[in-house]
């Protein structure tokens, strides 16, 4: 190559470069592209309800969710009538095949208790759980703080807006160090199996936002965040969806046609989506019907709800 040649093609390349330069400066800056509609799930609780046999069939819930049109099924574990491996895998296999996400797995333990074989036990429980969410490959599971246990039912609870007194001769604040380390150990168990776990606001310590967060920041693991529960929020309800929505990794909405079968709710959704996306919220919305009428005809609407205010 010679220097005149050198030159030219230098010059040339350089005016190009200078050229391009000058369009992007002088074209309009890209718009940021429009947030995504959050995916919408429904869980199987919707249809059994704890008492609804009929509806009780987790590969028939998983069947009717891909004929309405939801994205994703969150599993309760409960509501499962065989744990086998098989079984689990067989449920896995259907998803798959109906183009659904298994995206939820919700459990139930209990960490409340002075007793230490007591929580040692929930610990194994919830281990199991863990194990069989990673079976399904599932994501994300909602787990809770437990209570004391001090109502006399389920229904009593509910009348109290979810508020019981601790055991005599505890307070609230000797809760909090055997939930923080149980959720210490179990942090680490997640982990292992790439399963994000979800404290829920869910009665007992975790019937408030406050009370929430201070067990995920004492645990400081980014295996444990939460599950935010719309309905579960009887007072404040506002600033405590707020309060909870940066750490939530999945939101489960309450919806209440008929009636609730223990309160109803007027929870505004534009106004919670607006929320929990301001929050950097991109994930699954699961839908939990809690109310009284058939939830064959109250499902779908709770999707079209929930389509129209995450959209």
Known sequence: MNRRHFLTTGASALAATQAV???????????????????????TYSFWGFDREELRAVPNCLRRAAEWGFDGVEILEKQLTDTSDDALNRIKREAFLLGLDLMGF??????????????????AI?????????????????????????????????????IEPPLEGYTEEDGFPWVIEAYSTLAKTAERHGVLLGLENHWGLGI???????IIEAVNSPWLRATLDTGNFLVDHAPQVKALAPYAVLVQAKTYDGGGRWYTLDIDYPSVAKTVRE??????????????ENPLTAIPKGLALLRKAFA
Not at 24 to 31: G, L, N, R, V
Not at 115 to 122: P, W, Y
């Open 21 to 43: 330069r000058a369009a992007t400066e002088a074209a309009p800056a890209t718009p940021a592209p429009p947030f995504p509609p959050n995916r919408i799930g429904v869980s």
């Open 126 to 162: 919830t281990t199991t759980s863990i194990e069989r969410a990673a079976r399904m490959g599932i994501p994300t599971m909602r787990v809770n703080t437990g209570r004391w246990g001090t109502s006399k039912d389920f229904d009593a609870l509910m009348a109290n807006k979810g």
């Open 279 to 292: 929050a950097g919220f991109r994930g699954y919305v699961s839908l939990e019907f809690e109310g009284k």
């Open 106 to 123: 919700s459990t139930h333990q209990g960490f409340v208790s002075p007793n230490k074989e007591e929580r040692a036990k929930n610990l």
């Open 208 to 214: 408030s936002a406050k009370g929430v967060i201070r």
